[in-house]
């Protein structure tokens, strides 16, 4: 009898536990879909810095991403003309014009203002996080729209955050917000997306970042252009960069 009533039990809780599994990873993934429209693309992004509601510094990027958490960022603008970031999965490399040595850097590195290398490098919540589904609830406070709200965790080590709570509206998953902590547990910024209609589908145009520290700063990354692209495969080489102009 004992045994049989054990056996119940473990049928409630464990099982449970992998239908949430299985259903945060799905919700993932159809999140992941507003951020990334192809498996190999070309994403033109720009971050605008504003400081007490004024724009400060913008800059521009031309970002390549493909399989395997490999991003190749160009750095277009005048003041960081010839710069690139190689991310090839938890490895980082900085490499400066007319340096024949790439420099390891992490995905916390800042780019500008709240936007880190991390920020704009990786996209995919799905290959890097799991956790919990902890409910469904306002998607702001006061706010009538409903929200599935998840806690993750990363699962490996090269990612900008350590624990993310993630804000998805319920039925479409698309996403609303996220609060971003660091490896401390410290809460480093916050995110709002804003997504709007491109090329026919629903995609995330903008991501805000709202500085925890300095609450006057403000950075919105924004996502200019996505375009399928397979950029050759010697480019995500470190030591080809530093003798390369792309």
């Keep these: 009898m004992f045994k049989q009533s054990l056996i119940a039990f473990l049928a409630c809780t464990i099982l449970p536990l992998a239908h949430a599994d299985e259903g945060i990873q799905a919700l993932l993934k159809k999140a992941d879909t507003y951020r990334l429209s192809e498996t190999a693309m070309q994403v033109e992004t720009q971050i605008i810095v504003s400081k007490n509601g004024h724009p400060d510094k913008d800059r521009h990027y031309l970002v390549l991403v493909r399989e395997n958490r490999q991003s190749l960022v160009l750095m277009r603008s005048p003041a960081e003309k010839g710069q690139k970031v190689l991310m090839l999965g938890d490895d ?20 500008l203002g709240d936007a880190s290398t991390g920020d704009i490098a990786t996209l995919n919540w799905a290959g890097d996080y799991d956790g919990k589904i902890v409910g469904e ?74 500085d925890q520290i ?27 960069l530093t003798r390369a102009e792309i």
């Design 92 to 111: 980082f490399w900085l490499i400066m014009p007319n340096s024949q040595r790439p420099m390891r850097i992490t995905p916390t590195q800042k780019l």
């Design 137 to 210: 609830e306002p998607c702001e406070e006061g706010s009538k729209a409903r929200c599935t709200h998840l806690s993750l965790t990363s699962q490996r080590k090269g990612v900008t955050y350590a624990l993310i709570e993630l804000w998805l509206a319920v039925g479409s998953a698309e996403p609303v917000r996220s609060d971003l902590y660091v490896q401390s547990d410290k809460l480093a910024k916050q995110a709002r997306f804003v997504l709007d209609k491109v090329d026919g589908r629903r995609q995330v145009k903008e991501m805000i970042l709202l």
């Design 214 to 240: 300095e609450k006057s700063r403000e950075t919105t990354v924004r996502y200019l252009a996505r375009t399928p692209k397979r950029a050759p495969d010697e480019w995500y080489n470190p030591m080809f």
